[in-house]
């Protein structure tokens, strides 16, 4: 059974930091691409990053931009998201995704894109 379970959030102040974990199983973590995304109630889900499987390519919306870094750990089978200087922008349910890299258009962060999803963790800010 695919699985991928976020953990990680919480309540921060602005201009904190924080690091999410994706921790995968049940499929072959080398093959697939990961994506983070995040939704607030009402709103589309966004795709924020993205990392690729093979040469570990990163991608970013300009939302996070030089604020996010998104890494992986195909040993361990688990994406990060090192989240810096916060803004009560970011507060949002974020969730991991994964999809065969091979299927994914390069650099997408289409969430229609992404097989499978995790429950999501949530993140939030203050002010």
């Known amino acids: 059974e695919v699985q991928l379970v976020e953990s990680g959030g919480g309540l921060v102040q602005a201009g904190g930091s924080l690091r999410l974990s994706c921790a995968a199983s049940?499929?072959?973590?080398?093959?697939?691409?990961i994506g983070w995304f995040r939704q607030t109630p009402g709103k589309v889900r966004e795709g924020i990053s993205g990392i690729n499987n093979s040469d570990g390519t990163t991608y970013y919306a300009d939302s996070v931009k030089g604020r996010f870094a998104i890494s992986r750990d195909n040993a361990e089978s688990t994406v990060y998201l090192q989240m810096n200087s916060l803004i009560p922008e970011d507060t949002a349910l974020y969730f991991c995704?994964?999809?065969?890299?091979?299927?994914?258009?390069?650099?997408?962060?289409?969430?229609?894109?992404?097989?499978?999803w995790g429950q999501g963790t949530q993140v939030t800010v203050s002010s």
């Open positions: 049940g499929f072959t973590f080398d093959d697939y691409a």
């Open positions: 995704a994964a999809t065969p890299a091979l299927r994914l258009t390069r650099r997408s962060l289409a969430a229609w894109e992404y097989d499978h």
